[in-house]
């Protein structure tokens, strides 16, 4: 098969984000892109499964409410992330007081999404790197800076500190990163570059 | 390119009607598309994503409030596949094999018969993971995010694969086994989840009474079928068979 995607395989828009036509969204008026962010070819991103603690009365506010400020978040990503291919983002869900509901999954800036990984986690900081085939479980959460590494499982409710390095199944503490990660164009800061290249 | 990726690349197959009308047989139009929409019974209580993908030349058959969440993709080429009661079906689980290629068509060598997919009732996939034919997959069951249950995978009730584990051709799990664990260091591990008293610190710390492992599992139910519930709300779309 020819690479006929050269053309057109990403629609940017005004704000910059660079998403691929091949792309799985859904429910987009549940998603806030910050901008400048890239979503690849399959990247499932489940912005249906939204916070429904009023689903009685949802029907009878739908009506009488605008459209883009009024509906609960689902999926927020900042800016200069990366989705990879094949990803799926989907907001943690859990019982509460006899109520399941989904929680809003929010994603910082320059934010490193790896191909086939899973996230499921309730608040990714900024600069935090996920590997490939990494899972993060429901509602954990990590903090700034931190590194998932590839094929890790973060399980769920897990918290991981800033700078700190997780890996293996389940993940743990392997280490930190080093001084001067996540400089603007060294090991870590590499979002923006990364961003440029997409779509050429 | 690998055959999966190229599926993704035709055109959608034509939506049949949604799980609303009652045990809708899925392929009225003999269309010479490609790929072959498999014969799909399903059960009017289940809730079926409209982007959930059905190929295959067996039968595929849904129980009772079963979810299928979006972008799931069924293959029943080598067999039927049978999906029990109340069971969720997350986003980019494959279930079956894929057709060998595009071009070649599904091997017509054993229409009859053929290894079939077996998922009783209240077991959850998790996100991407696959299962591959003859799995028989026992009630209850939780495969978690990218796991792979290879062939002729036999997976006992209560049992847990957790992420990312991939079980080898011909296992047989027993009931109420966990696997977890992969790659370097340890490797792969199992354990039989504790069915009786268990005492934590954590619980008797809090003064609580530690619970019997087969109430927390009855728990787990419990919470497992409130889920089912929200979801059934909010996978199909409010308002009927209407996409959009």
């Known amino acids: ?47 249906d499964l939204f916070r429904s603690s009023s689903s009685s009365t949802s029907t009878s ?47 910082g800036d320059h934010v490193f999404v790896g191909e086939r990984a899973v ?5 990714v900081g900024n600069h935090v790197h996920i590997g490939k085939e990494a899972v993060v479980g429901s509602m954990a959460i990590l903090k700034d800076f931190a590194v998932v590494l590839d094929g890790a499982v973060v399980a769920p409710g897990m918290v991981v500190p800033s700078w700190c390095v997780v890996g ?11 001084e001067g990660y996540a400089v603007e164009g060294a090991d870590g800061g590499l979002a923006r570059e990364r961003y440029r290249l997409v779509g050429r | 390119m690998d055959p999966r990726q190229s599926q993704h ?20 139009s003999p269309s010479p598309s490609p790929t072959p929409r498999a014969p799909v019974t399903i059960h009017p209580t289940a809730t079926i994503a409209d982007t959930a993908i059905f190929h295959g030349t067996h039968p595929i058959s849904i129980g009772a409030g079963t979810i299928v969440h979006p972008r799931a993709r069924i293959y029943s080429y080598e067999g039927p596949v049978i999906i029990g009661e109340n069971c969720i079906i997350s986003e980019k689980v ?39 034919p003859g799995a028989h997959i026992h009630s209850a069951v939780v495969v978690e995010a990218l796991a792979c249950i290879r062939r002729r995978v036999s997976i006992g009730a209560h049992a847990k694969v957790c ?32 069915k009786g008293v268990v005492s934590s610190p954590t619980s008797t710390a809090q003064g609580l009474q530690s619970l019997e492992g087969r109430v927390v599992e009855e728990a787990r139910l419990m919470a497992l079928k409130r889920e089912r519930e929200a979801l059934s709300r909010l996978v199909a779309p409010v308002g009927g068979g209407k996409r959009r």
């Open chain 1, 119 to 123: 996230v499921e986690a309730a608040t």
């Open chain 2, 163 to 194: 992420a990312g584990c991939e079980i080898a051709e011909q296992t047989v799990l027993k009931e109420w086994v966990v696997v977890w664990g992969k790659g370097e260091g340890f490797g792969q591990r199992r354990r039989i989840r504790a």
């Open chain 2, 94 to 132: 494959s279930i079956g094999a894929p057709p060998p290629s595009p071009s070649s068509a599904p091997s017509p060598s054993s229409p009859s018969d053929g290894i079939p997919i077996r998922i009783s009732s209240a077991v959850t996939v998790g996100p991407s993971a696959s299962i591959l």
């Open chain 1, 61 to 107: 506010s739908d009506q009488n409410q605008p459209a883009p400020s009024a509906p609960s978040v689902a999926i927020t990503v900042g800016r200069y992330s990366h989705i990879s291919k094949q990803a799926v983002l989907r907001p943690p869900s859990r019982l509460h007081r006899g109520v399941h509901s989904f929680y809003p999954l929010k994603i």
């Open chain 1, 168 to 178: 293996g199944a389940p993940a743990r503490i392997v280490g930190e990163v080093g």
């Open chain 2, 9 to 28: 690349l035709k055109p959608p197959p034509a939506h049949y009607s949604r799980s609303s009308s009652q045990s809708s047989s899925a392929s009225p």
């Open chain 1, 1 to 47: 098969m020819p690479p006929k995607a050269a053309k057109g395989e990403y629609i940017e828009t005004d704000t910059g984000n660079k998403i691929s036509r091949r792309s799985h969204i859904h429910g987009t008026q549940h998603i806030i892109l910050g901008g400048k962010t890239v979503i690849q070819a399959e990247a499932v991103i489940r912005g």
